[in-house]
């Protein structure tokens, strides 16, 4: 069976049935033979542009099967790839591209390749360590590069190997004898992304890859379904939608075995009806923030778990050799799944590499099982994609008309639904507060799912007795505009 190496970074295994599906994409689809030859092809491209001067691989794209096809050519030649989406604001673009100094841009769509930059701003020889670059949001205003090095992703992969093998999923072809396959709903910017095409590419099996920005999520299920989906791969959120779709039943999604859910809190509600609706599907919980390469910690929701936890979920076994809660209860993590670093902290010091990462997560070990309760910086998850409320609060404030301004994420039963921005005016006389065109200043420079929802003035920032900002007011002022005007739907 002909499967990717992730220690290695290499194709292995038997060329027998090399005809089996090995990727389903929107736009094409590969046997293992054909993703194998198709990673040549990208491999030869990169190699005549970077030559024996190996720069940050920038792949710029939505979903194309022929991104997993440029990823697995950089990790072969060693060279660390950088996702970016299609969406994401020109200005960020720029952005990244300024913080990585000098690199390769790849248009995966039309395979068109240029340089950009002059001089890398940290050491080439760090490159070989790398194996990839994902910039989240940052609380400077702008994105922060997270530098995962090649350990880190095998040993993910392995870890995830174990772990699979130790439930009995997808060591082979599922219970109905067909083989595994796993569905990615994230774009490949979103590390959750390597939850599903890291396993699938390394057991040998298949990935099908959902449709681009899906309009109907009825369409995107039919293509599930036609794929023979046996493991779904998501954020908590995206199933609160399907749950309200037809098409989302056992009698359509045939083969599906499990829900691999991360990115976010999983609510004991959302188990329970998905329980209901696919009886024989198993569900795991998974957690790993996004410096420890994709995740650390799984655990299968079953009956048991829930009746135990009925409030808080755990998401995994306390690992004292990677684990441990400091005294502020945060969640310390160490090990070989670390990040080196932040890229700007490894283009000042080329050896600042990091032994210990605080999660910022406010944690707690029970019964040998881990929970996370909540964060304890301004970081808060919408949808699984990690928001830092201080970048969205930093760029706002840099909009014309504003002298202060404040972000708040309002939550219902305890997952992140909407962020609201509060802001205060620099003069109340220069008329009313243009709405439009401060939320088009931000899509210019904040991906969409960092936009707020909303836009309210006050005429002046709430205080408390300690002269410093109330959000706690601000929350009191949004959930009575709410009760003024009927509840909002989120």
């Not at 599907?281 to 420890?292: I, K, W």
């Not at 002269?467 to 009760?483: G, P, T, W």
Request: with cysteine.
């Amino acid at each position: 069976m002909r499967c990717f190496c992730f220690s290695q970074n290499a194709f292995v295994g038997s060329s027998e049935a090399n005809d089996r599906l090995a990727l389903i994409g929107e736009d094409v689809s590969y046997s293992w033979f054909e993703l194998e030859q198709r990673v040549n092809q990208c491999r030869l491209q990169i190699a005549g542009f970077t030559g024996d001067q190996p720069r940050p691989v920038v792949l710029h794209g939505q979903q194309e099967a022929d991104f997993i096809a440029y990823i697995l050519a950089c990790l072969e030649l060693g060279i660390c790839y950088v996702p970016v989406d299609r969406s994401t604001p020109v200005a960020r673009k720029q952005q990244i591209k300024q913080q990585l100094g000098a690199g390769l841009w790849v248009e995966v769509s039309s395979n068109q390749c240029y340089h950009f930059g002059e001089k890398l701003l940290f050491a080439s020889d760090l490159l070989g360590q790398i194996a990839y670059i994902v910039f989240t949001s940052g609380s400077t205003g702008e994105p922060k590069g997270v530098v995962i090095p090649t350990r880190g992703l095998a040993h993910f992969s392995q870890w995830l190997k174990d772990f699979e093998k130790l439930q009995v999923l997808a060591q082979g072809p599922t219970q109905s004898g067909r083989r595994a396959v796993y569905g990615n709903m994230s774009l490949f910017g979103f590390d959750l992304s390597m939850l599903a095409w890291v396993p699938a590419l390394a057991n040998g099996q298949c990935l099908v890859l959902a449709r681009r920005a899906p309009q109907n999520i009825s369409e995107q299920l039919k293509l599930l379904a036609a794929s023979g989906l046996s493991h779904w791969v998501s954020t908590p959120s995206l199933l609160y939608q399907c749950l309200l779709c037809a098409e989302f039943k056992p009698q359509q999604l045939v083969n599906l075995q499990a829900f691999y859910l991360c990115g976010e809190a999983l609510a004991p509600t959302l188990v329970k009806q998905l329980k209901r609706r696919f009886p024989t599907a198993r569900v795991f919980n998974f957690y790993g923030p996004t410096e420890a390469t994709v995740a650390v910690s799984a655990l299968e929701i079953d009956d048991d778990i829930l009746r135990r936890y009925p409030e808080l979920l755990p998401v995994g076994k306390f690992d004292p050799n990677i684990m441990k809660i400091n005294s502020r209860a945060e969640l310390e993590l160490k090990g070989s799944s670390l990040m080196l670093n932040y890229l700007p902290q490894l283009q000042r010091d080329g050896d600042a590499h990091l032994s210990v990462f605080a999660s910022g997560d406010e944690a707690e070990q029970s019964q040998g099982l881990l929970f996370i309760k909540q964060r304890l910086d301004s970081m808060v998850k919408l949808n699984g994609y990690r928001i830092d409320l201080a970048e969205i609060n930093s760029t706002l404030s840099r909009f014309g008309q504003i002298s202060g301004c404040h972000t708040i994420a309002v939550e219902r039963q305890g997952r992140t639904v909407r962020l609201v921005s509060f802001v205060q005016l620099q003069n109340t006389e220069q008329g009313r507060f243009d709405h439009a065109q401060c939320l088009a200043y931000l899509a210019h420079r904040l991906p969409a799912y960092m936009l707020p929802s909303e836009l309210l003035v006050v005429e002046n920032m709430p205080v408390n007795s300690r002269h410093k900002l109330d959000v706690a007011q601000l929350h009191h002022i949004y959930a009575q505009l709410n009760q003024a005007h009927g509840e909002l739907e989120p």
